[in-house]
């Protein structure tokens, strides 16, 4: 079952309704860096504290 573009309306539309629009761009900007973070650790790069944490101890 694939959701066509109706059901993708219907769906912004209840988040438009339940967020309201002057919280939408601060869920937009929170779910493209939880997308961001995401595709890093499945790619293997660690997260940004471990990295941080190994060049804290090199100094």
């Known amino acids: ?13 209840v988040v438009l309704l339940i967020f309201g629009p002057s919280k939408l761009p601060g869920l937009a900007k929170a779910i493209g860096k939880s997308v961001n973070e995401l595709k890093e650790g499945l790619r293997g790069k660690g997260t940004r504290e471990a990295e941080e944490a190994s060049s804290d101890s090199e100094k």
Not at 1 to 13: D, K, Q, S
């Open 1 to 13: 079952m694939r959701i066509g573009p109706w059901e993708i309306v219907a769906i912004l539309a």
